[in-house]
């Protein structure tokens, strides 16, 4: 018999899965906005498979540098509500894009439909996730009931911390954490980008697969490496173009 | 008792400026310091038409040279008293020189102090990066609740924009570092805080994701307008009403010539009718 694995190992490969009932497949990260703009500049399909490999890095290091301190933030910090709620107020507001408010918002709540009826009774017994566990559940409820407070402010339930949060309650690592998440909006942009015709399934495994794009993730996170919260900072500010105008698209297969 | 004197332990690139309310209801420019590289000219002040109860400030904010050389460090501190209005402006787009490396950076830090029922309009001209140059600012805004039911939260219209350099000297965001940071929280009178918006964009060319010009995609300018409070309420709404009216992407105009035959069209339609022509002309986003 050979050594069992991890105990992380099984929640890592649920939050992994596709078939996470998140929705975050109903949105292209501005992908769809990104092809429609720039439509008669790649016009053969090779030209538009190397538009999206640069799309899709750009993404990358924006995401990372946008959500990923507030991914990590959630984690490590010492779990209570008050924070959680500060870290979700925070991120709505350094998100001044509609479309990826609603996107974020719209993931968040998802994953906090699924801890409650999922996730929450596979909680890891350490004290820690337990702490997590309990501020999670804690917030669900809260956002349910949600009052504006005096400054005239609601919880949104955003999905970054959120998912520090959940990884931190299922006992992952720091380390896990942060490559699945960068890895899941990975996935999430090139599955778009296959509804959307710009590559085949099989290129895009090849794309998931490639060295190339371990490389990309390694790197986004090296470079958010001890970054606060305060300094998130938008790294490709035509990432918020093309999301805001996906709204105006004439026809779209993704959600906006 | 403010000192009329000039006091000695003044700092470089340190400015205030404090709008006070003589009451009843005037505002008065209580203090306008400022220490080089800085400068601040204040016109007198005027009066609009649509607001005659209201006089309205106006300051200059300006840099020798026009612009920061490296290491320079601008901290200004803006404070803005119930009911007053000020407007800030610049005479011209402020340079960026270039810094000998990217470890010289020039900063520039605003605090501004929004009072209840006052308002602040900061339209500056672009910020210009040279080559090689090394710069970030912040903006902070602090917008006090109103604690009285009678008041309203200040007003804020802010500009900050920056555009990608010398283009005749072939300049494309071709600096080492630029960032700029917007923030705005709002007050609670006994010192709280919650932050409100926080738009913070930092392009450095060593970030390793490929030069900035391939993350700017062709824009040669980029910039954010904030828009808050009831005196700007209705502009925020024009700015609203022409992005929903923006023509669709990829879409077919299928009523195309129907203008000469509808009499009725006001002057909105037509003006927007003409801009639209116009970005499409000349290639804007499309």
């Known amino acids: ?256 | 008792m403010s000192n009329p004197f000039l006091t000695a332990t003044a700092v470089p690139g340190h400015g205030i400026i404090h709008l006070a309310l003589l009451p009843p209801s005037t505002p008065r420019l209580k203090t306008t310091s400022y220490q080089y590289p800085l400068k601040l000219i204040s016109p007198a002040p005027v009066r609009t038409e649509n607001e005659p109860y209201h006089l309205v400030h106006t300051v200059y904010l300006l840099t020798y040279g026009g612009g920061l050389v490296a290491g320079d460090t601008i901290d200004l501190t803006v404070i803005l008293e119930p009911t007053t209005r000020l407007i800030l402006l610049t005479q011209g787009s402020t340079k960026l020189f270039k810094s000998p490396g990217p470890h010289v950076l020039s900063k520039q830090c605003t605090t501004m102090n929004v009072a209840p029922d006052s308002a602040l309009c900061y339209l500056p001209d672009p910020v210009q990066p040279f080559e090689h140059s090394c710069f970030e600012q912040s903006q902070t805004y602090n917008i006090t609740m109103p604690s009285a039911d009678r008041q309203r939260t200040g007003s804020l219209c802010v500009l900050d924009w920056v555009c990608n350099g010398r283009q005749a000297n072939g300049e494309n965001w071709s600096f080492y570092r630029y960032g700029s940071r917007n923030e705005i929280y709002l007050t609670l009178p006994e010192g709280k805080r919650k932050l409100l918006l926080r738009d913070n964009v930092l392009l450095d060319q060593s970030d390793a994701h490929g030069s900035i010009v391939s993350r700017m995609h062709d824009l040669a300018v980029f910039g954010t307008l904030i828009l808050f409070g009831p005196l700007f309420h209705s502009l925020g709404q024009l700015f609203m009403a022409e992005f929903k009216a923006l023509p669709r992407i990829g879409g077919r105009k299928w009523d195309s010539g129907s203008e000469s035959e509808d009499d009725e069209v006001d002057a909105a339609i037509v003006r927007r009718a003409g801009r639209h022509r116009e970005e499409s002309a000349h290639g804007v986003l499309c």
């Open chain 1, 1 to 256: 018999m050979t050594a069992t694995p991890s105990p992380s190992l099984h929640a890592l490969l649920l939050l992994s899965d596709s078939a996470l009932p998140l929705g975050s497949f109903a949105f292209s990260s501005g992908l769809e906005s990104f092809l429609a703009h720039n439509k008669t500049r790649h016009s053969t399909s090779s030209s538009k498979t190397r538009a999206f490999e640069t799309f899709l890095e750009h993404s990358l290091a924006n995401v990372a540098s946008t959500a990923l301190p507030y991914v990590l933030a959630a984690y490590h910090d010492d779990p209570t509500l008050d924070r959680l709620e500060e870290l979700d107020n925070d991120f709505d507001a350094s998100t001044p894009c509609t479309v990826a408010r609603r996107a974020s918002t719209t993931q968040g709540r998802a994953l906090l439909a699924i801890w409650e009826r999922a996730l929450s009774t596979s909680v890891s017994p350490s004290p820690d996730s337990q702490a997590a566990a309990k501020v999670l559940s804690a917030f669900a409820t809260a956002s349910k009931t949600s009052k504006p407070d005096v400054y005239g402010l609601q919880i949104n339930a955003h999905f970054p911390p959120l998912f520090g949060l959940t990884c931190r309650a299922l006992a992952l690592s720091e380390a896990e954490t942060a490559y699945l998440f960068l890895l899941n909006h990975a996935k999430a942009l090139l599955s778009a980008g296959v509804r959307a015709s710009v590559l085949g399934p099989y290129q895009s495994q090849a794309v998931l697969a490639s060295a190339r794009l371990q490389e990309c993730i390694k790197t986004c996170i090296k470079l958010q490496d001890g970054r606060q919260v305060e300094d998130a900072s938008v790294t490709a500010p035509v990432m918020d173009l093309w999301m805001g105008r996906h709204e105006l698209l004439y026809s779209r297969i993704f959600n906006s």
